[in-house]
């Protein structure tokens, strides 16, 4: 349907050859902005539905006084059912702290929460197919548990802003949620409006640098030089390319559909995604705030590490 779509509007109404540059990179952009918002929307609204009762103050309340593995458990879970990106997620991570969580449960949750969400895995299987999508999710599960654990063992706590300590937001009386349907629609309703409005721009930006590279990268060139599995460069490249950028795993989803078009390395990707949805500038810019200079590098660190060592482990079984 929404290669159709595509084929109408450049082809048909706008009459640009198929075979140019600029036609595959309008064709590529008309069909994923399509399918992506068409796909938010649906796919926002089903889980606001169900997701009436999950606020961040029964988030922290369901994973305090839990045993310490499954504490992490659970908030790796947590992370990857919560539609936060990496920005938004630095209050909750404040919220953790105050409740007395444990910090590498904590930052489990915040390698977790921007790096998978339900949306960008339903969108990932439409787009990529459900074998990449598996790959994607295992992996990033992976890096948030074993991420928070690394994080644990060099005693966080000491690099944690005092004031971060004086903070007691758990000790405030929140409204009870409507949990009727009625209540639930608005709520759902409002999940999209308020998801969309912090996510639009993000998709089309991710989609406008996917449909340039469908468009105008030689597939010989991205082939030669971020291909090959036998190109060791090509994951820590990836990964530091990623850092400047800012997006979520919703919003590189058409990047790395038209890199894996033009041949780029699974690993090589997957390593891309996740360093744009966790490992961005402006999350290390945000996490500043409460995080000390030598526990923000050590987070940093374990999670390049972790991103290098996913991109060559997929690139070899590639």
């Not at 045993?67 to 919220?95: D, N, Q």
């Not at 919003?251 to 690993?267: N, Q, T, Y």
């Not at 200079?293 to 290098?308: E, M, T």
Request: net charge neutral; aromatic share 12%.
């Amino acid at each position: 349907m929404f290669d159709t779509l595509g084929d109408l509007v450049v082809y048909s109404l706008l009459g640009i050859d198929p075979a140019s540059h600029l036609g595959a990179a309008l064709h590529f952009f008309v069909m994923d902005t399509t399918k992506i918002f068409f796909m938010l929307v649906i796919i926002i609204y089903l889980m606001g539905l169900f997701r009436a009762l999950l606020s961040p103050e029964r988030v922290r309340a369901y994973v305090r006084e839990k045993p310490r593995w499954a504490a992490r458990s659970t908030a790796v879970g947590l992370g990857a059912v919560t539609p936060f990106c990496s920005c938004s997620s630095v209050p909750l991570f404040i919220g953790f702290v105050e409740a007395g969580i444990p910090l590498g449960v904590t930052f489990s949750f915040l390698i977790a929460s921007p790096m998978i969400n339900e949306v960008a895995v339903v969108i990932l299987v439409g787009v990529l197919g459900w074998q990449l999508t598996l790959m994607y999710v295992a992996a990033g599960l992976t890096v948030a548990y074993v991420g928070g654990v690394v994080m644990e063992r060099f005693k966080p706590e000491r690099w944690v802003e005092p004031y971060v300590w004086q903070i007691h937001m758990g000790e405030l009386k929140m409204p009870e949620p409507d949990t009727s349907l009625a209540g639930r629609h608005r709520y759902a309703v409002g999940e999209v409006r308020e998801i969309l409005r912090r996510l639009w721009k993000w998709v089309l930006i991710g989609i406008g640098v996917g449909a340039l590279f469908h468009g105008y990268v030689p597939e010989e060139w991205v082939v030669e030089h971020l291909g090959g599995t036998d190109n060791w460069l090509a994951v820590p490249g990836a990964v530091l390319l990623g850092i400047p950028l800012y997006s979520n795993a919703t919003g590189v989803i058409p990047v790395a559909e038209a890199m894996l078009g033009k041949g780029v390395a699974i690993g090589t990707t997957l390593a891309f995604m996740m360093s744009i949805a966790a490992l961005s500038l402006p999350e290390m810019i945000i996490l500043r705030k409460v995080i000390r200079w030598p526990g923000l590098a050590l987070y940093a660190g374990v999670l390049a590490i972790a991103f290098i060592l996913v991109g060559y482990g997929f690139n070899l079984l590639a």
